[in-house]
């Protein structure tokens, strides 16, 4: 599913369930509940009832549901036909289904070039200049 050297998954937050804090996992982790913080894994499924409010760094995402923060991934994004997201992207690759739903803005630059997306706070988006 998720390419070559990738783990099989080894975290499930369930349907119901709502973590607050900082999650890290080696290998893959599902979100099917809620996670308030940030999120780091090697590689991140989010369920279409699952919910990230934080930013995440990833090798590569899959995102069913909803996520309201910033996503980092050095490899591959890709927002289902259902997926909500809110905030910044920086993926090298990036999938965006029919349907889905993208408020922010995306940079699609390699990975050597960090996000700069800073722990512990959702960035907020770049204001635009009205009226220039």
């Known amino acids: ?26 290998g893959t982790i599902r979100i099917d509940g809620t996670v308030e913080g940030d999120v780091q894994a090697d590689w991140v499924v989010v369920g279409e009832t699952g919910k990230i409010r934080g ?33 910044e992207i920086h ?4 999938g965006v289904a029919e349907g889905a739903v993208f408020d922010g803005r995306a940079r699609m630059k390699g990975a050597a070039e960090p996000a700069g997306i800073q722990e512990g706070n959702v960035r907020p988006l770049v204001p635009t200049k009205t009226g220039t």
């Open 55 to 87: 930013n995440t760094r990833t090798r590569g995402m899959i995102v069913g549901g909803c996520v309201e923060g910033n996503i980092e991934a050095t490899e591959t994004l890709e927002l289902k036909e259902k997926a909500t997201m809110v905030g």
């Open 1 to 26: 599913m998720f390419g070559k050297g990738s783990r099989k998954l080894e975290t499930i937050v369930g349907d119901g369930t709502r973590i607050a804090g900082k999650v890290s996992v080696e």
């Open 91 to 94: 993926a090298p690759k990036l």
